[in-house]
């Protein structure tokens, strides 16, 4: 362990907390890439009570995010009094994002970010923000290098706060989002090199629909040709063998062959596993 990660499992919460605030009292206005997920609510909120009309939430839709999650994001950004755009962007129609190479997420962010940035200086801020935090350097986010690319900064990341920092002080400033499960694009689902199309997206977040309807809390169909990959929380294995002829015939009459569950369970970033193996 680093002298720096040290000094950070030392601070406490409510410190991390006063630093982000110090951090964020700085700005003269920032637009925050608010998807909705634990992390950019929290910020989102914490940034609403600093800049107040001076912080602006920024929601990309597009093929690769899920309809479902547009529409909680536009309602938290409601809840927490922010002011709110959502904007369309266009990965599909890139080259290199579509090829779904292992660095495809900066292909994605890259999009993303240079609109935020034509939106804040429209509005006359100096900042643009997403909600990384200080664990999120210890993954495969080729994501954060379009971030630093492009001056995107990060103030969960830079004032100490963890994972479990962010749910923890969500829960405490009653942030419905504080026990939300791990979100990510629709294109993860797809193992790399597998190009994307909006045909193949959109079969994907219909099946994953079909999850969301029967309720499960954490989920992930993955894509791997005729067969669908299914990872679930062990604890709601037994939700889906109740409704395993519902699933299964669903899924296939969205075009699906086979329907499998994953004996492993739901894990984040299950496809850079194979980039480990490698």
């Not at 962007?89 to 292992?102: A, C, D």
């Not at 299964?248 to 194979?274: A, I, P």
């Amino acid at each position: 362990m680093s002298q720096k990660q040290r000094a950070n499992d030392k601070m406490g919460l409510e410190e991390k907390h006063r630093k982000l605030k110090n951090y964020l009292s700085t700005m003269d206005g920032a637009v925050v890439a608010f998807s909705g997920g634990v992390d950019s609510t929290l910020l989102l909120k914490v940034a609403q009570e600093v800049l107040s009309d001076q912080v602006l939430a920024v929601t990309s839709t597009s093929e690769t995010i899920p309809e479902r999650e547009l529409d909680r994001a536009k309602e938290l950004a409601e809840d927490i009094g922010a002011k709110h755009k959502t904007i369309y962007t266009e990965e599909i129609l890139q080259e290199e994002f579509r090829k779904n190479p292992p660095n495809r997420c900066y292909y994605c962010k890259q999009e993303l970010f240079s609109h935020l940035w034509e939106i804040a200086k429209s509005y006359g801020f100096s900042y643009v923000l997403d909600g990384s935090n200080y664990d999120d350097g210890g993954d495969f986010r080729p994501g954060l290098e379009a971030a630093a690319k492009l001056q995107v900064q990060s103030p969960l990341k830079e004032t100490g706060f963890t994972k479990e920092d962010v749910r923890q002080l969500s829960k405490e400033l009653g942030l419905p989002t504080w026990n939300k499960p791990a979100m990510a694009c629709l294109s993860s689902r797809f193992p790399y090199g597998e190009e994307l199309t909006r045909e193949k997206i959109d079969q994907v977040e219909k099946g994953e629909d079909v999850l969301d309807e029967l309720g499960f809390s954490q989920f992930r169909l993955r894509y791997h040709g005729g067969m669908a990959r299914l990872e679930l929380s062990k604890e709601e294995f037994d939700i889906a063998i109740k409704h395993s002829e519902y699933i299964s015939q669903e899924l296939k009459n969205l075009g699906f062959q086979k329907v499998t569950l994953d004996l492993e369970g739901y894990r984040t970033g299950s496809m850079n596993e194979e980039l480990q193996s490698s």
